[in-house]
C-alpha cells in the first residue's frame, strides 16, 4: 500500500514539475532538418511546387517537381529556402519566393517505453528533459520500478544506459537526474511487478500484502507489515508454506525470537509464500 502510495504521489509530481508547456517549447531556428521530417515546400507562382507535401528521405534527400532531387539533410529551413531559392532561379522562375514549413520532426523523436500512462515516440522540440517527456507520456503508472533507464545510441553502433533513481530525480529533485535528451534516446521506466504474500494467523491485521517483485520482505519484515504478532503468537515455530518448481507444496519452520536475537538469518519470502503464525500453548 504505501508503494502504490509513493508512485502515485510520484506520477502528480512529474506532471507538476516538468509544467504544461515543457512540450510547447519552441523550435530553433537553428533546427537541422534530418531523415523522416516531413517539410511542406512552395514556390510562388509555381503551382507544381504549392504547399507540396514530401519526407525526407534517409539520405536526407528530397525530390521535387522540375527540380528533382536536392540534399536538405543537417540544413535549417532557412537554408533550404535559400538553396531552394537558387535552384528554382536557374531553372523555373525568375526571382522566385520560396518558403518551407516543418511538419514533422521525425529525425528528432525520442521513444518512450514500459511502466508510463501513454508510451510511444515524442517529437524532442526544443531542449527537452527526462521529467517533461514523462509528462508528456502522462507520468508513471502504479508498477513502475524503482529507477528510470534512458539508453542512448554512441558512434559506431555502439548504445549506453544511464540509469536514474526515481526516488532521486522526484523525491529528492536532484537536478544532475533531470537529463536532456538527445534524438533517438529510448526512455525506459520498467515495469517491477505487483505480487501477494500471505500472512495468517496470530498476527493483528491477517491478509494478503502487495508488494513489488524486486523488493520481495523477509519474514520479520511482512510479519510487521501486516501488523505484528498479537498477545497469544508462538514465535518459536512460524510456518512459511512455499511451492517448488515443480508446483509441490513443502513448509519451512523458523523461530522468529533466533531472528530477533541475531542468532539466524532472517528469512526472505518469495512470490506467493503463505506465512502462518501459530497461537501459542503457553
Known sequence: MKTSMRIAGLIALAVILAGPAAAQ???SAEYKIGAKDLLEIS????????KLVVRVSELGRITLPMLGQVEVGNLTKFEVEKKLALLAGEKIVLKPQVTVHILEYLSRRVSVVGAV?????FELLGRQTVLSVLSEAGGLTRDAGDEIIVIRQLAAGDSKAIRISIDGLFVQGDPKLNVVLEPGDVINVPVDKVVLIYVFGQVKNPGALQVKKSSLPTLTQAIAQAGGFTDRASRKKVNIRRKDVTGKEFEISVNVRDILKGKIKDVPLQENDTVYVPESLF
Open 25 to 27: 517549447q519552441p523550435v
Open 43 to 50: 514556390v510562388l507562382g509555381v503551382p507544381e511546387i504549392s
Open 117 to 121: 500512462e501513454k508510451p510511444g515516440p
